[in-house]
């Protein structure tokens, strides 16, 4: 999952930004102007995309702004830290910045370093799916998640997730996964072929949606 060049590319762009903020003070007055509002606006944007489950068409979009939240989030906690008390501030943005090397944060953006594109099926005009494998060893446990989103009719650049569900290759075949129009127009059902060895039939997961 590129888990250790994801973590030592985020402490080199953390590395970066300390040596910035010693020589901040000679930085033009202009450019300071322009990161610290350009930080403050890439930081809503991701917390907003987050939060609300509203991204891009693109995946490699999504990861960017992933990316661009978490340095300006850094940049914002290094201008924090030229604050007085500056003893004080320091020790808050250090403690601050603890939590951007955790699992939850590195894991996403992981996929800025994945060269697989993962292709996006319509099930009808406004749903489609999108199936991002996991687990890299084979003998270990290995599956897909199964991404459902909406693609709204007015912006069809933009894309809204539904819903993640997991399917293992222990309970089926989770790479031959599809998923086709449910009972009613608030479901879709989500269908996993069973493997040969386990005979004919398929894992049915009826999915509704919000």
Not at 35 to 50: C, E, F, K, P
Not at 54 to 65: E, H, P
Not at 132 to 147: H, K, R
Request: charged share 15%.
């Amino acid at each position: 999952m590129h888990v250790p060049i994801t973590t030592a590319t985020l402490a080199l762009l953390t590395l970066a930004i300390f040596v910035l903020r010693i020589f901040w003070l000679r930085v033009p007055e202009a450019a300071r102007f322009f990161l610290i509002r350009a930080a403050v606006a890439l930081v809503i944007l991701h917390v907003l995309s987050s939060a609300t489950q509203w991204g891009t068409a693109s995946d490699r979009v999504n990861v960017l702004i992933k990316w661009g939240g978490i340095v300006s989030y850094e940049l914002l906690l290094m201008f924090f830290s030229r604050m007085s008390p500056r003893w004080l501030t320091s020790v808050c943005a250090l403690i601050l910045l603890v939590p951007v090397f955790a699992s939850s944060i590195i894991m996403p953006l992981t996929h800025i370093f994945d060269s697989n594109t993962y292709g996006v099926a319509s099930i009808d005009n406004d749903l489609a799916y999108q199936k991002v494998p996991w687990g890299e060893d084979a003998s270990a446990n290995t599956g897909v998640d199964l991404l459902i989103y909406h693609r709204p009719r007015f912006a069809p650049f933009l894309r809204h997730l539904q819903m993640s569900i997991p399917f293992n290759n222990r309970q089926c075949n989770a790479g031959a996964t599809f998923v086709i129009p449910g009972p009613d127009p608030k479901t879709v059902l989500a269908r996993c072929p069973q493997w040969p060895s386990q005979g004919p039939g398929t894992v049915d997961r009826l999915l509704h949606l919000r």
